[in-house]
């Protein structure tokens, strides 16, 4: 009788597990679905439509995809859909606990670190030079773990660049703070900057239009007004309604203006 037992326990539990992993494996398809479905809406510039689709998953704090699909949603609605800053302030606030969850569930993930860093340089915006000055060197850090990680990926060379070339542009005051602040405070140069942009370029040529963008920015900041014009014209002369492409095809067609 207790072999019995024993053995119609073992049958039932095996059963359970049987019908939780099945149940666990139709969860995982459904969640693939929901991210292809998340990422092409992302891609065509359509982010509020997305973010609903994705909320009813945000309690899976220990998955990282969930967590910085999240917080790249609540940043790029925040960024470039909200007029409102008490709003765009929350939405920051929002993505970037999603973003520090995503990189707890996995320290190894490009995508996690990528827009931990992303968020943590915006959301800094929102406590003034002091807190984004503070920030600096952990932004940075989180864009050099995203290469670490794939180095194949040129979005995160594109933020490198972007990272030098506002630390290089940096206006006298806030270096000033930043003495204050670090012994060794954030330094770049122009020429660093590039040199990213350009690594952006040949791993996946004419993946941005804000890689063309920058590009015609360091140029003309080097002095190199032909080659800035080359990648300002590229970058204005791009038929996309991508919010984040709009704003870079028009601050390029102002600059081209003024060269």
């Known amino acids: 009788d207790e072999l019995y037992a024993a053995g119609t326990c ?25 991210f292809t479905q998340v990422d092409e809406l992302y891609a065509a510039g359509k ?13 899976q704090s220990d998955n990282s995809e969930v967590q910085w699909r999240l917080a790249r949603l609540q940043y790029t609605i925040g960024k470039f859909f909200t007029k409102d800053q008490d709003a765009a302030k929350k939405l920051s606030v929002e993505a970037l606990e999603a ?25 800094s915006d929102f406590e ?17 773990k995203a290469v670490e990680c794939n180095p194949n990926d040129p979005v995160s060379y594109h933020l490198l660049g972007v990272w030098c070339y506002k630390v290089a542009e940096m206006p006298w005051l806030q270096r000033k703070l930043a003495e ?18 350009v690594k ?24 190199k007004k032909t080659d800035a014009r080359e990648w300002l014209s590229k970058a204005a002369g791009v038929k996309s309604e991508d919010p984040k492409d709009v704003e870079a095809m028009h601050e390029a067609a102002v600059l081209l203006a003024k060269l």
């Open 200 to 223: 952006a370029e040949q791993v996946q040529p004419g993946f941005y239009v804000s890689n063309w963008l920058y590009l015609g920015k360091t140029y003309s900041q080097l002095g």
């Open 10 to 34: 073992d049958y039932y539990f095996f059963g359970i597990n049987f019908i939780l992993g099945s149940m666990a494996s139709a969860d995982q398809d459904q969640l693939k679905a929901i």
């Open 180 to 197: 204050v602040i670090f012994t060794a405070p954030p330094s770049s140069s122009y020429e660093e900057a590039l040199g990213h942009f």
């Open 99 to 123: 973003a520090k969850k995503a990189v707890a569930a996995d320290e190894r993930s490009c995508f996690a670190h990528k827009w931990m860093g992303i968020v943590l340089g915006w959301s």
């Open 128 to 144: 003034g030079s002091k807190m984004k000055i503070e920030n600096a060197y952990i932004v940075r850090d989180h864009f050099l």
């Open 47 to 59: 982010s509020p439509e997305a973010l609903p689709l994705l909320k009813p998953y945000s309690n």
